[in-house]
């Protein structure tokens, strides 16, 4: 059924060796430069505005390189590998921008509990998606065909699949963009 999708953990596996092959792709490529530039980059006062700043226009360099998809395989990859990291390091810096304003805007003595709050969500979105999680970290072949535009356009009973960019991203793109975010948070 085609090659399987790579999640984060054998992305830079399988980057670092397409790296010594001298075939490194260009969205490899752009996630490398988002990489490092975020590496060089400090907390200010600001919180995380230059980090979100910077992996937005990232992932506009990349919405501008995807034209159409030659086939279902190239969607799946898309869809399954490249969008999830980007986004997943978007969702990551708002998650920490918005631990840093309520840090700075709370009475010391609920610091603690804004971080267990924190950890329970984090524990109910990985306990609900607990198996899509677990076929997405081994890059099961199971559920590739999730991430196709017309799989989550025809999921119509659930409220995400008609606030996502029906043409910019699917369901299963977001849950694992959100995952990653959450393992890295």
């Known amino acids: 059924m085609g090659r399987p999708y790579y999640p984060l953990r054998e992305v830079n596996f399988f980057t670092s060796q397409l790296c010594i092959m001298g075939k490194v792709r260009m969205e490899d490529q752009l996630y490398g430069k988002l990489e490092e530039l975020l590496t060089e980059m400090e907390t200010d006062r600001q919180g995380y505005v230059r980090q979100i700043g910077v992996v937005s226009e ?26 999830p990291r980007f986004y997943g390091k978007l969702f990551y810096f708002l998650l920490l921008h918005r631990f840093w304003l309520y840090r700075h805007s709370i009475p010391p003595g609920r610091l603690p509990v804004f971080i267990r709050q924190e950890e329970a969500r984090i524990a109910r979105f990985f306990n609900q998606n607990r198996n899509f999680w677990a076929y997405y970290q081994c890059g099961s072949a199971a559920i590739a065909g999730q991430f196709t535009r017309a799989y989550s356009r025809s ?6 699949s008609y606030l996502l960019d029906q043409e910019g991203a699917t369901l299963a793109s977001h849950f694992a963009a959100k995952g990653l975010a959450f393992e890295e948070y």
């Open 58 to 83: 990232k992932i506009a360099e990349l919405r501008a390189t995807v034209a159409v998809f030659s086939d279902t395989e190239a969607e799946i990859d898309y869809f399954g590998r490249v969008w």
């Open 155 to 160: 999921c119509i009973l659930d409220p995400l």
